[in-house]
Antibody, heavy 121, light 107 residues
């Protein structure tokens, strides 16, 4: 079955770095656009970033631009999020998600269960 | 950036009620509007895409309508499994944006 499994979350100090991974299975990963979406504790959903099926185009929320980098390894069916210069306001559950299509964001049809990132001293 | 405003932010309803949630965009987004349902401790789930298309496997009591700036999610007869938080999201342009959510609670 279609599955997205995130890993790499944890507790990190302000200014630190973390890399999240998302292992995809059950579909042709290399054909679909992928997202990271986050949700702060008790808050709503916030789009973070999107990457095209081939990795050629990437889009970021202003709140993470210049600090976070999305990438993918289609040979390993894995999505990544490199997070640098972390701030307290980055504390959230980070969801990996799959788009219906491949080239531009359309709709998120599959979500992972999320990995928690806590930025605290 | 396109801002998405949902109303109400919460509502109380009974099983069998007809429930309507609205979502308004700060500029026209054509039909690039999706609706998601999220239950506590769970990932969101796609209900409606392109404003009015029902995602596969979603019960037909859910429907969506609207275009331009004003959109509606309707649950025709609320079921116990429908108590959750609902989010709209525009995919017209980046940055993609979600509404603040509508929590549907038991009356």
């Amino acid at each position: 079955q279609v599955q997205l499994v995130e890993s790499g979350g944890g507790v990190v100090q302000p200014g630190g770095s973390l890399r999240l991974s998302c292992a995809a299975s059950g579909f042709t990963f290399s054909s679909y656009g992928m997202y990271w979406v986050r949700q702060a504790p008790g808050k709503g959903l916030e789009w973070v970033t999107f990457i095209r099926f081939d990795g050629s185009n990437k889009y970021y929320a202003d709140s993470v631009k210049g600090r976070f980098t999305i990438s993918r390894d289609n040979s390993k069916n894995t999505l990544y999020l490199q997070m640098n210069s972390l701030r307290a306001e980055d504390t959230a559950l980070y969801y990996c998600a799959k788009d219906f299509g491949g080239k531009a964001p359309v709709q998120i049809d599959i979500w992972g269960q999320g990995t928690m990132v806590t930025v605290s001293s | 950036d396109i801002q998405m405003t949902q109303s109400p932010s919460s509502l109380f309803a009974s099983v069998g009620d007809r429930v309507t949630i609205t979502c308004r965009a700060t500029q026209s987004i054509s039909s690039y509007l999706n609706w998601y349902q999220q239950k506590p401790g769970k990932a969101p789930k796609l209900l409606i895409y392109a404003a009015s298309s029902l995602q596969s496997g979603v019960p037909s009591r859910f429907s969506g309508s609207g275009s331009g700036t004003d959109f509606t999610l309707t649950i025709s007869s609320l079921q116990p499994d429908d108590f959750a938080t609902y989010y709209c999201q525009q995919s017209y342009s980046t940055p993609l944006t979600f509404g603040g959510g509508t929590k549907v609670e038991i009356k």
